[in-house]
């Protein structure tokens, strides 16, 4: 039987544009172009990359924000107008059940965008938490685009001179080719860039006008996810899930001080504990040389011992050498220990590296 | 010298008895920039079919098999330091081993140029 796919609006530039395509979370998308992997990710680095990101699920919420906010890890009384926070929905043990963003672009409530594969399932979360008490729309007439690099803001500055003048993680409704759009300055590459919310129907059309830029090529997901990896940053359903917390995902900074200090977050409890008694398991960086290790490779200590698993892996094109994150045991989370990665049964030599490997470069004004 | 071709887009060039092996320039194209490629040892026995190495590409690891049986007699560490070679010339300086093959009427079951083209068009 054959998955019947979903197709963003873009899709058939997708085709035009020659677009390797392939099924990622129930849609038909992209996963390198012409260009190429390797290519698309040094374009990204350099100069500036488009990526089509219409799948992942966007909403606005108006309503009770405390009903809202029970069920993530941020404090929405300090989301200014015009601020977008991380934050994380948890289950009651404390397990990550999504991450996703949360912004005030203007005076219409709280705008929320969630990963594809989860969300039907957040969408539903999100509706049985605040029933009777708030409204979540889902916006599903919206496309989503992420124009991410260094020059990304010489491109808005031209086309949308006053979303340029946004820093790292402030948003605003703008007015881009006579479209009105939302925008924030934030992305999943570890670059300056920004994120573009747009009507559907307008959609094409601002694609091509990015593309049309000479800094601007298409990006697929390839390059997605090593820019991602480079840039320490999660892929939900591999690097968290359900059975991991903030504490062991090293994503302690998304629970809000306020909120850890009222503890009146889902699975608060366990979360504290594991705060005070340091959890047995940590997320952390690792290089090796050689073979890149992939998700499910062993980590070992130098006498064979499993320690830990990768959980994201890959070849790192600007790092210029395989990179990878895992889970591995307290003991041996420490910068600079040496360990083994276990690709195809030959250990391969690995060290614990700070993340990100390649360093951000927002712009924080 | 002819060159053979496999249904897993290997490519066969024959010496005597022995025959160099790599992977097309087709399959080079598909998996895109070559990060890392996995070598066997020298002296390795090999039956037609035997996973003998490994392609990495950027997104994911591919494994290579075995065209025919034989001993392993030399592998190309040029790609160690630079596995882009298989992306630049995959059917020349890319090649991945040297077989000294123990069964030639093998050869006889593999494609010519014609037939492999057919086979990825």
Not at chain 1, 52 to 66: I, L, P
Not at chain 1, 87 to 93: E, G, H, I, P, R
Not at chain 1, 121 to 148: I, N, S
Not at chain 1, 326 to 335: I, N, P
Request: proline share 4%.
């Amino acid at each position: 039987m054959t998955e019947i796919l979903n197709k963003t609006p873009l899709h058939a530039l997708h085709v035009e544009l020659g677009g390797k395509m392939v099924p990622f979370a129930g849609y038909d998308m992209p996963v390198q172009y012409p260009l190429g992997i390797m290519g698309e990710h040094k374009q990204t680095r350099e100069k500036a990359g488009l990526f089509d990101v219409s799948h992942m699920g966007q909403a606005r919420y108006t309503g009770d924000e405390a009903a809202l906010e029970a069920l993530l890890t941020c404090d929405l009384a300090l989301l200014g107008a015009g601020e977008q926070k991380y934050t994380l929905l948890l289950n009651d043990q404390g397990g990550i059940r999504d991450d996703l963003m949360v912004s005030r672009p203007d005076g219409d409530g709280i705008f929320l965008v969630v990963n594809a594969a989860m969300k039907d399932q957040d969408f539903a979360h999100l509706e049985a938490g605040t029933a009777g008490k708030g409204k979540l729309v889902r916006l599903e007439d919206r496309a989503l685009l992420a124009l991410q690099g260094p020059a990304a803001k010489d491109v808005m500055a031209r086309l949308c001179p006053d979303a340029s003048k946004l820093i790292f993680m402030q948003c605003g409704a703008f007015t881009l080719d006579g479209v009105e759009v939302l925008v924030s300055r934030s992305g999943y590459t570890g670059e300056d860039g920004f994120e573009i919310s747009i009507p559907q129907a307008d959609a094409v059309r601002i694609a091509r006008l990015l593309l049309a830029q000479d800094e601007v090529e298409a990006i697929g997901l390839g390059a997605r996810d090593s820019l991602r990896l480079e840039a320490g940053l999660c892929l939900y359903g591999h690097d968290m899930d359900t059975t991991r917390t903030p504490v062991e995902a090293s994503l302690i900074w998304a629970l809000a001080k306020t909120r850890r200090e009222r503890g009146d977050f889902p699975g608060a409890a366990i979360i504290q504990q594991q705060i005070d008694a340091k959890t047995s398991q940590k997320r952390i960086g690792l290089t090796l040389s050689g073979a890149p290790a992939r998700e499910g490779a062993e980590i070992a200590t130098k006498d064979g011992k499993i320690v830990g698993v990768v959980t994201s892996g890959g070849f790192g094109p600007t790092f210029n050498g395989p990179v990878a994150m895992g889970y591995v045991e307290r003991d041996f989370m420490a910068e600079g220990t040496e360990l083994d990665l276990i690709v195809r049964g030959k250990p391969r030599a690995a060290t614990v590296t700070k993340l990100p490997f390649v360093p951000h470069n927002f712009f924080r004004g | 010298m002819t060159t053979r071709y496999t249904e897993d887009h290997e490519w066969i060039t024959v010496d005597g008895d022995v025959a160099t092996v790599g992977i097309t320039v087709h399959a080079a194209e598909q998996l895109g920039d070559v990060v890392f490629v996995e070598l066997p040892d020298t002296g390795k026995t090999l039956a037609k079919g035997d996973e003998f190495a490994v392609v990495e590409s950027v997104k994911a690891a591919s494994e290579v098999y075995a065209p025919i049986d034989g001993e392993i007699i030399a592998i190309n560490s040029v790609l160690d330091d630079a596995p882009a070679t298989v992306n630049e010339d995959a059917a020349g300086a890319g090649w991945f081993v040297k077989i000294k093959m123990s069964d030639a009427s093998q050869l006889d079951g593999l494609m010519d140029e014609a037939a492999y083209n057919a086979h990825i068009a």
